[in-house]
């Protein structure tokens, strides 16, 4: 997959390890990673051509906020990156807000993914006769129900690096049962945390996805955690169970480029600039929404 030029610099004084859709990971050490989230956006596995600024400062404020909230262990250390001696002064700059240093960890090869609602795929899956992650729900439901309990539906990555749901038992095969089961205790529990916090401020999460590593026998939540790109959050007043339910995160973005007949293979169209403001919109009303904290305070804090 091919990103293109990052709307952030690189930072060549660092060993560079991988790519993501959004993130940039670098080698500070062998104890710990740099992680970067850029101002990239994708939609339909497609990386598009025109970044939205401050969506990783989005990301990485909304995770910083959930990770000092959560008491599960994680692999955050800090944000001050005057102790990274390689950075410049300019890097430093160009990266506050957005960046990340964290512990260096095993990670788990399994998105642990977490539904309160039936949405988006689940819920298709679920009309069209089940699957892995409705396998345990009861018949009746309709699009958008809130789900009788919360319901932990892992999945792994394929080669094409798409997202394969698991079955209960292939996830067990996969895990071992030990922990299969604590990744679910553990996911099902932030979830629950974090659906009770953005519930006391107007806004339902939906569903989410996190990922876990291990860290000197540890195990740690890693990567993002409860930002609009891992996770499906909807204005509660806007909430009308069996209608389409507006989110804050990217679907405005895929909903334009469906109404101008993008076929979803590359090349993505380019954005026009009322799409990109409302969409950095759309993430900025998720940071305060959440936090209760306008973002330009965030971006003050930060040194931007």
């Known amino acids: 997959m091919s990103f293109g030029p990052l709307p952030s610099r690189p930072v060549p004084a660092l060993k560079h390890l ?3 859709k959004v993130r940039e990971i670098y080698e500070i050490d062998r104890e710990r990673l740099l992680f970067v989230a850029t101002d990239r956006i994708s939609a339909y ?26 008491e599960t262990p994680n692999h955050l250390l800090t944000t001050d990156l005057s102790h990274v001696e390689a950075l410049t002064d300019l890097e430093r700059h160009d990266l506050a807000g957005r960046a990340m240093v964290v512990r260096r960890a095993d990670v788990i090869p399994v998105e642990c993914v977490v539904r309160g609602y039936l949405y988006g795929s689940s819920w ?36 094409s690096g798409h ?15 030990d922990l299969y089961e604590r990744l679910k205790r553990t996911s099902i529990d932030v979830y629950l945390t974090a659906a009770r916090y953005a519930a006391e401020r107007g806004v339902i999460l939906a569903d989410t996805k996190f990922e876990f590593g291990w860290s000197n026998g540890e195990l740690l939540l890693i990567d993002e955690v409860l930002t609009p790109d891992s ?68 971006l003050l804090e930060m040194g931007r």
């Open 18 to 20: 991988a790519s993501g």
């Open 45 to 70: 596995d497609v990386i598009l051509p025109d970044p939205i600024p401050d969506k990783g400062r989005v990301l990485t404020g909304l995770s910083l906020h959930w990770f000092g909230l959560l």
């Open 124 to 159: 298709r899956e679920y009309r069209d006769g089940g699957g892995p992650t409705t396998e345990h729900l009861p018949a009746g439901l309709g699009m958008a129900d809130e789900l009788p309990e919360p319901i932990f539906t892992p999945a792994t990555k394929a080669a």
């Open 163 to 177: 997202d394969e749901n698991l079955t209960e038992s292939g996830a067990r095969q996969l895990l071992g049962d």
């Open 231 to 298: 996770s499906r959050y909807w204005p509660r007043d806007r909430w009308n169970p069996g209608t389409v339910v507006p989110s804050y995160d990217k679907q405005f973005v895929r909903d334009w480029l469906d109404s101008v007949g993008w076929d979803h293979t590359p090349p993505a169209p380019r954005l026009r600039a009322d799409v990109i403001t409302e969409t950095r919109a759309k993430y900025t009303e998720a940071f305060e929404r959440i936090t209760g904290r306008p973002f330009d305070t965030y």
